[in-house]
């Protein structure tokens, strides 16, 4: 689960890492009383959304101006100017794709003097079951072109969990950023501060571009970006709460509250199929036969027929589903109630575009049976092979 950069940054802050007078506001009048809330100086006000590039980015109305989604405010009055220009226009950045994302809240922060940047994250190294920092001087710039151009610019730090953050993991840290003396002994702290934060509440990805050196010799956590792991969250209902699911794919909020791994992606065949590794499976088949998978789609191996019915109406619900293919091996899922699942489906919110189903396993002829005798246009399918090719075949044809 992703939240917003004012977000983290409170969570941060909540372990002692430096940040930025700052408060998110919703309406142009919000974001300038925030503003005379912080006194006289600069401000920078930012567009909340869950993506990167924000400052690089254009807003898809010329109404919203052409400084991108994050701008230098002189005053409270420019504040609320900006503000009106960017709440509810659309953001595109490299991140968002064409589509771009609306902007629904900002965050208004005091100007900082800056006088070096850098990068630091941290994640979870699934191959040594350790936390790894990735730190490099070369911050508020794309970290991933940074490792393809320079990659000898990009450091790695482990800590072992049963240690923790210790004395020579700060000191390797600072080396790594390029920086001695009291802001060396400062970064080190920070390095714990952000390991704690990130243990203590069930992180997936924490990231810092930019992690700046101010001008007075401080640091400053500039921008934060961090992500949770959605198994723990049950650990942090205080977490849950920033969930902003208007950031979030329709479709994959639906999916998860009906317990469905479901990720949509740019394809025109929808996809429900049991188990992740024929899933995949699945996916690289219509790939395979000319075609391109509309979405990731396992509903489990135990799925109800309600779960499975919901799991055909999120497919439905995509509108660029020229096709559906599913495909069932049942082991623990038995055939007949994804059989069942499907004509329930159908009935309440049609059948528009082909359908194939390739049914095999536990009660298998019952399954087949079952559609057979539903009066439904269903094309059955002898083998995975056999029913990416009719897929593929029935969506060529549509086309």
């Not at 609306?102 to 006088?115: F, N, P, Q, S």
């Not at 009906?258 to 690289?284: F, K, P, Q, S």
């Not at 309440?348 to 194939?356: A, F, I, N, R």
């Amino acid at each position: 689960m992703n939240v917003h950069e004012y977000q983290a940054k409170a969570i941060l802050a909540g372990f002692g890492a430096p940040v930025s007078d700052g408060r998110p506001a919703f309406t142009p009048d919000e974001a300038r009383a925030a503003a005379e809330a912080m006194g006289p100086g600069l401000f920078v006000v930012k567009a909340q959304i869950h993506a990167g590039g924000r400052g690089k980015g254009r807003f898809e109305e010329a109404s919203a101006g052409e400084k991108g989604g994050v701008r230098l405010a002189r005053d409270a009055a420019e504040v609320r100017k900006f503000a009106a220009e960017m709440l509810g226009a659309t953001l595109v950045t490299a991140q968002t794709g064409a589509a771009g994302k609306r902007v629904g809240r900002l965050y208004v922060e005091r100007g900082c003097d800056i006088a070096r940047e850098l990068y630091l994250s941290a994640l979870v190294d699934r191959a040594s079951g350790r936390v790894a920092f990735v730190l490099s001087t070369e911050g508020g710039m794309d970290i991933e072109k940074v490792a393809h151009e320079t990659p000898e610019k990009i450091h790695t730090v482990m800590v072992d969990p049963a240690t923790g953050v210790m004395p020579h993991h700060g000191r390797t840290a600072a080396r790594a950023l390029g920086l001695s003396g009291e802001i060396a002994k400062k970064a080190a702290d920070l390095l714990g501060k952000l390991y704690a934060a990130f243990v203590a509440k069930d992180m997936a990805l924490l990231e810092v571009n930019p992690l700046v050196v101010t001008k007075d010799g401080d640091l400053r956590v500039l921008d934060a970006k961090v992500a949770f792991d959605d198994n723990a969250l049950w650990r942090h209902p205080d977490v849950a709460a920033l969930r902003d699911e208007t950031e979030e794919d329709a479709k994959e909020t639906e999916a998860a509250r009906h317990e469905l791994n479901y990720v949509a992606l740019d394809g025109a065949i929808g996809c429900m199929v049991n188990g992740a590794g024929l899933a995949m499976a699945t996916m690289d088949i219509i790939k395979l036969y000319g075609s391109s998978p509309a979405n990731f789609l396992d509903v489990g191996g135990g799925a109800s027929k309600e779960r499975v019915t919901a799991a055909f109406k999120i497919i439905t619900a995509d509108p660029n589903v020229k096709g559906i293919l599913v495909n069932i091996f049942g082991g623990i899922m038995r055939c007949d109630v994804i059989a069942e699942g499907v004509i329930a489906a159908v009935k309440e919110v049609g059948l528009k575009v082909p359908l194939v189903v390739r049914l095999e396993g536990t009660n298998v002829e019952l399954g087949k049976k079952i559609l057979r005798e539903s009066g439904l246009d269903v094309m059955p399918a002898d083998d995975l092979d056999d029913a990416a090719k009719k897929v593929v075949a029935a969506v060529g044809k549509a086309a």
